[in-house]
């Protein structure tokens, strides 16, 4: 009889262990903190209720709607759904109207405010090429090399491609990888209407997924234990009972016996728990070769008449990239979240001196600067190691291993996709299929 034990409580763990109890099989969760959700979760701020960082999904993200709803997590009421809208504190802005695909894209960029005629056809030919190319890059090269290749504008680029790709890499079109990136424009901006359309949360993330997929993994059976950190991975001679050819597994020098392990933590972590086997030791070369990203997200809490005119707004030329408007998204009124992708020179400011300076620059823009008052609270909250750096020709680990039972989950997994939620997703899914498979 199976039973497999899954190492981490984030989105590609649960993921894993909702697809396995609901085939019925057998599956321990353990997690070393006492929260869900890894690095897309709850945090609690002044007795507010905010996430470690603002997250948004897009249409195209199929998977984790799909789980969300096998768990009983209603999108519909959980997400605010937008159409595709760029909109900049500078006046340029971009929106997409409700109308098939490709039209809405030809309307959206025909509408476009801030974009001259030539850019608007640079922006649509390299769509035409990427497309004729079926979105694939070979060989990798960066972003920054994609766009000049292709002589997209100044405008375009700092206006529509780079904060695109800081988006959904995290990381900088100088190194970003073309190829994550087309993947990424194929199904989003060149896949059908609703996959373009941004899918912002209206409750925090523990909420929108990892607790209701807990309440199901409960529900089927299946065991969670929060607080409960793996230290190490024992193989052990496998017994008659054990599914997986010639492995067997404890935890922890307990003496309970898995058939299978689900490593689903984050690389860093992954990486110690490959140490106990030579053949392990070229995917956790690989793991330990690979560079990390920061998300920093500046919660600033205002008076409630305070508001954005739209949900979301960006900036270029500033620290801050991108700021939200948490009033109109079903939190405090008054609450904006800035957020702050990649590397740079912010890093180096403590969180009072860089509060103050988001503070400083939502001020500039409103052009209040003498009567926008401080704001009652601020937080910075930094995920340091948020994603890994989805840099062009970057090797990532395979999620089946040369032991067989033990498996790899998460978004940094091999796949043609960045790290963001829906790769975690699908990440935890084929592990899952991996355990349910010959190939296990």
């Known amino acids: 009889m199976m039973h497999v034990a899954i190492v981490g409580a984030g989105w590609s763990g649960l993921s894993a262990a909702t697809d396995l109890v609901q085939r019925g099989i057998r599956v321990t969760v353990f997690e070393a903190s006492r929260s869900l959700g890894g690095r897309a979760r709850r945090i609690t701020l002044d007795g507010n209720a905010v996430d470690n960082g603002q997250h948004i999904l897009i249409g195209a993200y199929r998977d984790s709607l799909a789980m969300m709803r096998k768990v009983g997590a209603n999108p519909d009421q959980l997400l605010t759904r937008l159409p595709l809208a760029l909109q900049y504190a500078d006046g340029f802005s971009l929106r997409a109207p409700n109308l098939p695909a490709p039209l809405h894209l030809v309307i959206a960029l025909a509408t476009t405010h801030g974009l001259s005629w030539s850019d608007r056809l640079l922006a649509a030919r390299l769509m035409v090429a990427l497309q004729l190319a079926r979105f694939c890059v070979e060989p990798d090269i960066t972003v920054a090399d994609l766009l000049a290749r292709h002589k997209q504008s100044p405008a375009l680029c700092s206006h529509v491609w780079e904060p695109l790709c800081v988006s959904a890499l995290n990381t900088p079109a100088h190194s970003a990888s073309a190829s994550c990136f087309a993947a990424v424009l194929r199904d989003s901006l060149a896949g059908p209407r609703q996959s373009s359309e941004m899918l912002i949360p209206r409750v925090d993330l523990s909420a929108l997924f990892p607790e209701p997929a807990a309440r199901f993994i409960a529900r089927y059976g299946g065991e969670l234990k929060l607080g409960t950190p793996v230290r190490n991975i024992t193989i052990v001679a496998a017994d008659a009972e054990v599914a997986a050819p010639g ?96 590397k740079g020179e912010h890093m180096e400011l403590d969180q009072a ?26 937080r910075v909250v930094t995920e340091k190691r948020a994603t890994f750096s989805c840099i062009a020709n970057l090797q990532r680990p395979a999620a089946k291993t040369p032991v067989p039972g033990l498996i790899l989950a998460g978004d940094y997994i091999s796949s043609p996709y960045p790290g963001t939620l829906e790769t975690a997703v699908r990440q935890g899914l084929l592990a899952a299929k991996l355990v349910t498979s010959s190939n296990g």
């Open 247 to 342: 492995s067997a597994f404890q935890l922890n020098d307990g003496t309970e016996r898995y058939t299978h392990v689900i490593v689903a933590v984050a690389p860093q972590h992954a990486a110690a728990l490959l140490a106990g086997d030579a053949r392990l030791a070229p995917q956790r070369a690989i793991i330990d070769a690979l560079d990390y990203q920061p998300i920093v997200t500046c919660y600033l809490q205002y008076p409630a008449s305070i508001s954005l005119p739209t949900p979301m707004l960006g900036f270029t030329g500033n620290t801050v990239q991108w700021l939200f408007d948490r009033g109109q998204l079903g939190g405090n009124k008054g609450l904006l979240a800035a957020v702050i992708s990649a």
């Open 353 to 378: 001196n860089l509060a103050q300076r988001v503070h400083l620059e939502i001020a500039t823009w409103m052009k209040v600067s003498g009567s926008l008052p401080a704001p009652q609270w601020s």
